[in-house]
């Protein structure tokens, strides 16, 4: 059974850092693009960050690039998101998703991806 599980998130002050970890079982995460999405209370689940199968390409959202970034282990088989200098509207569920259909690059639209966790809660407030 193919599965992702985020773990990370927290109650962490504007300016500050958290480290984001999604741990997958039942595949290998090197075959797999892997992606970060956020959704804020009341608003629509955006694709923030992905990293490729194939060459680890990275993308990310303007809103969180220079600031947040992807990286793939694959001795522990996750994919991590290292963010900082958080801000107030980064504050959101965050969720990690794979897809094992993508030959190269990788996307951050919803209906890319197949495998989905159950999100880990990152809030920035002082």
């Known amino acids: 059974q193919l599965q992702v599980v985020e773990s990370g998130g927290g109650l962490v002050q504007p300016g500050g850092s958290l480290r984001l970890s999604c741990a997958a079982s039942g595949f290998t995460v090197d075959f797999y693009a892997i992606a970060w999405f956020r959704q804020a209370p009341g608003k629509e689940r955006e694709g923030i960050s992905c990293?490729?199968?194939?060459?680890?390409?990275?993308y990310y959202v303007d809103s969180v690039k220079g600031r947040f970034t992807i990286s793939r282990d694959n001795a522990k088989n996750t994919v991590s998101l290292q963010m900082n200098s958080l801000k107030p509207e980064d504050t959101a569920d965050y969720y990690c998703a794979a897809d094992g259909s993508r030959v190269e690059g990788c996307g951050l639209g919803v209906h890319e991806y197949d495998y989905w966790g159950h999100g880990t809660q990152v809030t920035v407030s002082s």
């Open positions: 990293i490729s199968s194939s060459d680890d390409s990275t």
